[in-house]
C-alpha cells in the first residue's frame, strides 16, 4: 500500500501539480478564475457565463461557434505549457534526457487542463440540455466543435515543435551546443549551473513519468550525460518556447488589423481565452527573465506605463466622433458653468422648448377644454436587457393603443440600454412618419436592435486596445482612432441597417416639429460628477434647479449643456451613436470618452448618476410645470425598469472580523437601491408641483419567470433570455400596467 502510493505521489503529473502550486500560483489562479466566470460563480449577473458555454460566431451558436473557442483555448493550454516549461523544466533535469523533452513535459503537465476541460463540458452539456433544451446530437456537435478546434491548434502546435525542438540524442549525433540565445533574448534570467541541473535531482523528486503511449516509465539518472549537452537542450527548447510566444502576439495585433471583417471577429469566448494567453506569457517572461525580481520589476512597469502614457505619442484617449478636436479648447471652469445658465439664455431656450410642447398640443385639436395626458418615458440602464425590454414595452403598448402611446409622449429620458432601446423605437417611428417604413411593430426590429455587441467588443480589446490603437478612420471630415469604442457604433450600425447612422443636428428638425419626442441624452462627468445633457435643443434650463436661475450661487449647478459649451467644436455634428455609447460606457468594456476642453471632460454611463431618467424628467417637469397645468390634464410618467425596485435585505450578522471590516464600504455598492430612494422622493415632489389628480407613475418592470433566472447585464442576450424578456410583457403585473396606462390616457379630459 504505502509503495502505490509513493509511486502515485512521486510520479511526474502529481509533482508537477504539487510545483504549480508551490511557484506558480498566479498561473494557477487563471485557470480557477476563468472556471468561475464560466460557471457563473464569479460576475453571473454580467452573463459571462454565456460567452463560454454559448459562444456565437457570425450571429449563430454553432459547431464553428464552438470550434473558435476551443482553437482559441488550445492556444491558452499550449502558453500554459510553454510557460511552465520555460519557468520549471530545470526542477527536472531527466527531461533532458528524453527524446521529444517539451511533449513529455507537456503530456505530463495535464492534469490541471483536464480538470478545466472536465468542468467545462460537463457545465456546457447540463446548461445546453436543461436551459436551451437543445437535442442531444445539437449538444454533441457543439462540444465536437470545441474538442476539434482545441485539437487542431494542438496539433498546429506539435508539427511546428516536432521539427524544431531538438533532444539529447540530436546533439550527440552533431556533437555541438545550441548557441546561447537565451542569455542574449532575457540577460535578466540566470540559466542554472550543471551542478544546480543534477542537484535538483535530488531536491524534486519524480521516480516515473508517462511516455506517448500513456504508460508510466521509471526515471532515469543523467549523471553520465555531458553536462553541456544536457544545458543545450533546455537552451534550444527555451528558444523555440519564447519563439512560439511572440508569434502568437504577432498573430494577435494582426488580427487586429482586420477588426473591420466580420468573418475575423471570433466568439468572444475565444477573445477571452486569447487574453489569458497574453496574461499568461507576460506573467511567465517576466518571472523567466526576472526571476526573484519579477514582483519588483512588474511594479516598475506599471509605474513606468503609467508614465509615459501621460504622453500624447503614447497615449489614446476616445473622442466623440464627429467633433472637430483643432479648434483651441473650450475652458471648463465654474465661470463656463455661470455662463451657460444666465437668465437670457435659459429663457431662450424655454421659449424653444415651449414652442415644440405647442406643436405637440396641436396634436390634438384646438378645443382647450380637451386637454390630453403627457406622456414621459424613463427607462432604465442595463445592457441589452434594458435595451429589449424598452423596446418591447413601447413596440407593444403603443401598437396595442394604435400609435396614440407616442403621440401622447414628449419626452424621454434613460441610462445605458435602456435609452437605446427607447431611441431605436423613436427612429423607426420617425422613418414611419416619413413613408420609409410600415409595419414598426413586427418582431424583427426587436431582434435587430438585440443583436450580439459583445463578440467584436471583446475581440477588439484583445487584438486591437491592448497594443495601443493606431489605425484610423473619418467621421465628419475628421479623422479618429479605431478602437472598441469605434467597433462598438460600427457593430450597433449593422444590427440595426444603418438608422443610427445620422449626427445629432439631424434630429433637430424632428424634434421642434414635434414628430417625435424629445430625447435626452445625459452621461455622467467623471471629472466633478456633474451630468453632460446632450440634445440638439438648448437644454440650459437642465442645468439647475429653477430657482438657481433668479438666485444665483443659491443651489448647485449640476449639469452642462453639451451643445452650448461645444458649440465651437460643432457639437451638433456628433454622431448619434457616439452619444448613445456615451450614455452606456460600461466601464473598461467601453472607453470613456474625451471631449475638447481644458481640462478633457471624462464622461461615462448615465447609471452612475441617475440609472433611470428620474432626474432628468422631474427636472423638466418642474420647469414646465406652469405649461403642463395650463395646457395638459397632467402628466404619465412611464418607468420602464429592468428589474426589481426593491432587494431582499441582506444580513451581516455572521460576518467574520475581516468582512466586519469592508462593512461600511457596502453602502456604496447599494448605488442603484440608493438612487430609488432618492428618485421617490423626487416623484413625491412632483405630486406636489402637479397635484395627485394630475400626475401618475406606471411602472413596466422586466421580472424573469419562474423557471429562468433573470437575464444578464451585459451586451450580449441568449435566445432563451431574450425571449424571457419579451413574454415578461404578458405577466399579469405588467399587464395591470397596462390597463392602468389605458384608462388613465382614454378617460383624460
Not at 399587464?735 to 379630459?749: D, E, G, P, T, V
Amino acid at each position: 500500500m504505502k509503495k502505490w502510493f509513493t509511486d502515485i505521489f512521486y510520479s511526474f503529473p502529481i509533482q508537477l501539480v504539487i510545483l504549480h502550486l508551490r511557484n506558480n500560483l498566479l498561473l494557477i489562479g487563471l485557470w480557477l478564475l476563468i472556471a468561475l466566470l464560466m460557471t457563473g460563480t464569479v460576475a453571473k449577473l454580467y452573463g459571462i457565463r454565456y460567452l463560454f458555454i454559448t459562444p456565437e460566431y457570425l450571429g449563430e451558436v454553432n459547431f464553428w461557434s464552438y470550434f473558435f473557442v476551443g482553437f482559441a483555448f488550445g492556444g491558452f493550454l499550449m502558453t500554459w505549457n510553454l510557460t511552465t516549461y520555460l519557468l520549471d523544466a530545470h526542477h527536472f533535469p531527466f527531461l533532458a534526457s528524453l527524446e521529444r523533452p517539451f511533449t513529455k513535459f507537456c503530456l505530463n503537465n495535464f492534469i490541471v487542463p483536464l480538470v478545466f476541460i472536465t468542468v467545462y463540458f460537463g457545465y456546457t452539456i447540463h446548461f445546453s440540455w436543461y436551459y436551451e433544451y437543445w437535442d442531444a446530437s445539437v449538444i454533441f456537435q457543439n462540444c465536437l466543435g470545441f474538442f476539434f478546434g482545441c485539437i487542431t491548434l494542438l496539433m498546429l502546435s506539435s508539427i511546428y515543435f516536432y521539427y524544431t525542438n531538438k533532444d539529447i540524442l540530436s546533439f550527440l549525433k552533431i556533437k555541438k551546443k545550441a548557441p546561447n540565445m537565451v542569455g542574449k533574448i532575457a540577460p535578466g534570467r540566470r540559466v542554472p549551473t550543471v551542478q544546480k541541473l543534477k542537484s535538483g535531482e535530488r531536491h524534486w523528486r519524480v521516480d516515473t513519468y508517462l511516455n506517448e503511449s500513456l504508460r508510466p516509465r521509471i526515471v532515469r539518472s543523467v549523471a553520465h550525460y555531458d553536462n553541456s549537452i544536457l544545458l543545450s537542450v533546455f537552451k534550444q527548447n527555451h528558444v523555440n518556447a519564447l519563439i512560439v510566444q511572440l508569434f502568437g502576439l504577432v498573430v494577435l495585433i494582426i488580427l487586429g488589423l482586420l477588426i473591420d471583417i466580420p468573418f475575423f471577429i471570433i466568439p468572444a469566448g475565444g477573445s477571452l481565452f486569447i487574453f489569458a494567453s497574453v496574461l499568461v506569457a507576460i506573467t511567465g517572461a517576466v518571472t523567466y527573465w526576472f526571476h526573484r525580481w519579477r514582483i519588483s520589476i512588474m511594479v516598475l512597469f506599471l509605474i513606468c506605463i503609467n508614465f509615459i502614457t501621460r504622453f500624447d505619442l503614447f497615449s489614446h484617449k476616445n473622442k466623440g466622433y464627429g467633433m472637430d478636436y483643432t479648434q483651441e479648447l473650450v475652458k471648463y471652469n465654474y465661470q463656463a458653468l455661470n455662463d451657460q445658465c444666465m437668465p437670457d439664455i435659459v429663457n431662450e431656450d424655454k421659449a424653444n422648448t415651449i414652442n415644440i410642447l405647442n406643436n405637440w398640443r396641436k396634436k390634438f385639436g384646438k378645443k382647450k377644454l380637451d386637454k390630453p395626458k403627457m406622456v414621459v418615458f424613463c427607462t432604465s440602464g442595463g445592457g441589452m436587457k434594458a435595451t429589449v425590454w424598452a423596446m418591447q414595452v413601447m413596440q407593444q403598448a403603443d401598437s396595442l393603443l394604435n400609435g396614440d402611446l407616442f403621440k401622447h409622449t414628449t419626452l424621454i429620458t434613460g441610462a445605458s440600454g435602456g435609452l437605446m432601446g427607447a431611441a431605436y423605437f423613436r427612429e423607426l417611428k420617425l422613418q414611419q412618419d416619413q413613408g420609409s417604413l410600415n409595419d414598426i411593430y413586427h418582431p424583427k426590429y426587436v431582434d435587430k436592435i438585440s443583436g450580439d455587441l459583445l463578440n467584436s467588443l471583446a475581440f477588439t480589446i484583445v487584438s486591437n486596445d491592448l497594443f495601443l490603437p493606431w489605425m484610423e478612420f473619418e467621421s465628419g471630415g475628421y479623422i479618429y482612432r479605431k478602437d472598441r469604442g469605434y467597433i462598438f457604433e460600427k457593430q450597433l450600425n449593422e444590427n440595426t441597417n444603418n438608422v443610427f447612422n445620422k449626427t445629432l443636428g439631424d434630429y433637430k428638425a424632428p424634434e421642434s416639429d414635434a414628430t417625435i419626442p424629445l430625447l435626452l441624452v445625459t452621461p455622467s462627468i467623471v471629472n466633478d460628477g456633474r451630468r453632460l445633457v446632450i440634445s440638439p435643443q438648448g437644454v440650459s434650463y437642465m442645468t439647475t434647479a429653477p430657482i438657481g436661475v433668479e438666485k444665483r450661487n443659491e443651489v448647485e449647478i449640476d449639469a452642462v449643456d453639451f451643445g452650448r459649451l461645444f458649440a465651437n467644436q460643432r457639437a451638433d455634428n456628433l454622431r448619434f451613436t457616439t452619444a448613445l455609447r456615451m450614455n452606456a460606457t460600461y466601464p473598461y468594456i467601453l472607453p470613456n470618452v474625451y471631449l475638447p476642453s481644458e481640462p478633457n471632460l471624462e464622461v461615462m454611463d448615465a447609471g452612475f448618476r441617475d440609472n433611470y431618467g428620474i432626474m432628468s424628467a422631474t427636472r423638466f417637469i418642474h420647469v414646465f410645470k406652469d405649461w403642463i397645468l395650463n395646457n395638459t390634464s397632467g402628466v404619465v410618467l412611464i418607468q420602464v425598469a429592468g428589474g426589481e425596485r426593491l432587494e431582499e435585505i441582506s444580513s451581516s450578522d455572521d460576518s467574520g472580523i475581516i468582512e466586519s471590516f469592508f462593512n461600511p464600504l457596502g453602502i456604496a455598492g447599494q448605488i442603484l437601491q440608493l438612487q430609488d430612494f432618492e428618485h421617490d422622493n423626487s416623484l413625491g415632489l412632483l405630486y406636489d408641483l402637479l397635484g395627485k389628480d394630475n400626475f401618475d407613475v406606471v411602472r413596466f418592470t422586466y421580472e424573469p419567470s419562474n423557471q429562468n433566472e433573470i437575464a444578464s447585464m451585459t451586451f450580449h442576450l441568449t435566445k432563451r433570455e431574450k425571449n424571457d424578456i419579451l413574454e415578461a410583457f404578458y405577466l399579469e403585473k405588467n399587464q395591470k400596467s397596462f390597463r392602468q396606462l389605458k384608462r388613465i390616457l382614454y378617460n383624460a379630459k
